[in-house]
């Protein structure tokens, strides 16, 4: 139920503690998350240390990344049936298995291609763990406390990718970056134990067939639009195999078919498209996806710029992006807490304002900036990138009936993915296209390669006054409703 005012719980209502059962559920399903997505991005520190040992060029190896966003825009869309169809606990276990055994080939790879099918199997298991974690928080927290769940979720969802290069710093300088795999090996294999003896079936199931037109129009949709996305980075550089704009084109028209056979099907549909119905959601969601496409880009670029232009060291250009990272955590927490209070505007709209400012204060980074200009504009982007992940977040969710839930969640899952790999691919094409240019009227390699940073930073700080206009019309949410499953989350707590 949407408003033009947010209608705050009463102070006995947001005061009631959640049980302790869903305490553990949440506090598990959070863990396990954390860890997934932080594989997400931890590699980007390892790229140049990879273009070297493989031989591969930068928009090669950006594939470690757009390898395993691509993977997950396929399999998500899976999951809002998949959800609906199986309990909690086999779903758990289904993706914790498949993480483990993707961190397993990952990390004994001989030769790329091993390597990034790795990351293809791990992304497999990521994909399942988000719209998993998602869907049983709507169902399991009442609406009062959301803000504060959602603000802890966005921990996840922004702050494991925004410490993963740093974490992949820390490895890289005494480890080599097999090691990035074998210290998570562990620790997914902690959550898939403990999560197969404590997690209960907290979801409804309906028998629904599995639609398998479906299934191949979304594959074919979603893996065709960011892989034609990913190459137009390889083929500014002259290494593309095919020419970009055809699989771009394919998944255009397949993605318009699925939408066509989606509200065809109705309530069997694999992905129920007709959340976007909800303005409240379609507009929320389109800012997270302009802020994805801003964070990604970034944490992918910077990190080059900082080794290659600056001459950082692996391990320093690593712990530059972590207080970023550790910001964005803090004010998650505390963001999550205004938002059951205040609603989502009074948090987006200097968030959005923020995040544009750090994009455009990039724009004037040069060769002989300093690391500590970095670290600051990297710290005013993420603050603001905390002030609107988390509200929109859980403004878009909230404003579905629950029989969207975990559709709506498979929805906003999927296209981040592909928000996040346009990112990569747009700020990587750019600063291809920059170098290359650069090169071609006589400049020396690293004013070259800064050339393309900038024109990269510009591209971004752009974007970004898309969001600066949007956050002005997301409306308020009134928390006032049930969730749907709060009295199975009390029998569990009471078995």
Known sequence: MTSDSTAPASPEAASAPLPAATVRLIALLVAAA???????????????????????????????????????????????????????RPVFILAMSTFTGGTVLASLAPVFPVLVAGRVVQAIGTAIMMPLLMTTVLNVVPADRRGRTMGVISIVIAVAPAIGPSVGGVVLDVLSWRWMFWLVLPIALLALVAGGALIRNVTDTRPIPLDVFSAVLSAVGFAGLIYGLSSIGEAASGNALITPWIPSMVGVVALVAFVWRQLALKDYALLDVRAFARPTFTTALVMMLVAMMSLFGTLILLPLYMQQVLGVSVLDSGLALLPGGLVMGVLGWFVGRLFDKVGPRPLVIPGALLTSAALWGMTTLDGDSSLGMVVAFHIVMSTGLALLFSPLMTAALGSLPPHLYSHGSALMNTLQQVAAAAGTAMFITVMTLGIVSGAESGAEPVAAQMNGVHNAMLVGALISLITVIGVFFIRNTAQTEAPVAQALAEEADQA
């Open 34 to 88: 954390f860890v997934v997505i932080l594989n997400e991005t931890i590699m980007s520190v390892a790229l140049p240390e990879l273009m070297g040992e493989f031989d591969v060029t930068a928009a090669t190896a950006q594939w470690l990344t757009t390898g395993f966003m691509l993977t997950m825009a396929v399999v998500i869309p899976l999951t809002g049936w998949l959800l609906v169809r199986l309990p909690l």
